[in-house]
């Protein structure tokens, strides 16, 4: 199955995005809840590797537990980035599927728009299940897709930088038996030359 989208987001913005596991179970939530089984939890970018997780259908329904396994890759000339997970399920329902390939690539838009070209390939097998795997996983896609759109714009907000405070009030001299009237500088011919 492929999904291929224009995200409205820089392809900068696009990848730090795919590279996140909480973009990651945003973009799952409701229909499948992913939790971290490694010591320390999710982390706060993915890093190539091994990253096992255990899965629930709606919070609730027990699908077994997975290993994420990240590379990262760049291809043609460099401007396309893609993020590689050829893991594999370990138990439960996810354990039937014995092949998983799924490929995120990030490239900018090729109608120069400034947005972002996303491709989302996933190859599974499942040996005769493959059919009934194949149909779940790719509304799946869909929903996924939809929120990776809807979240898209957000990924490429930054807070501005805050404005340097500038009190503009002239300080007075509060001094008893101080005139406040603000003093005249003298002007010497230098100053006028």
């Known amino acids: 199955m492929l999904l291929k989208l224009i995200l409205d987001c820089d392809p900068d913005a696009a990848w730090r995005a795919i590279r996140s596991p909480a973009v990651f179970r945003e973009v799952s939530s409701p229909l499948i809840e992913i939790e971290s089984l490694a010591a320390d939890g999710f982390p706060t970018v ?10 629930r259908g709606a919070g609730v329904i027990p699908m077994g537990k997975q290993i994420i396994r990240l590379t990262f890759e760049t291809a043609r000339r460099g401007d396309v980035r893609i993020v590689h997970d050829s893991g594999q399920g370990v138990t439960g329902a996810v354990s039937a599927i014995r092949l998983w390939d799924h490929k995120m ?6 109608a120069g728009t400034g ?4 491709r989302d390939q996933l190859t599974i097998g499942a040996g005769l299940l493959t059919p009934f795997a194949w149909y779940s996983l790719w509304a799946f896609w869909q929903v ?8 898209a714009p957000t990924w490429a907000y930054d807070f501005p930088a805050p404005e340097p405070v500038q009190d503009e009030t002239p300080v007075q001299d509060e001094t008893p038996g101080h ?5 005249q500088e003298k002007t010497t011919m230098e100053d006028q030359s």
Not at 144 to 151: E, F, M, N, T, V
Request: no cysteine; hydrophobic share 35%; glycine share 6%.
């Open 46 to 55: 993915w890093e190539p590797g091994q990253h096992p997780v255990e899965m």
């Open 105 to 110: 690539a990030i490239a900018p838009d090729p």
């Open 115 to 118: 947005k972002t070209l996303y």
């Open 144 to 151: 996924r897709g939809h929120k990776l759109k809807k979240l």
């Open 179 to 183: 005139d406040a009237t603000p003093v």
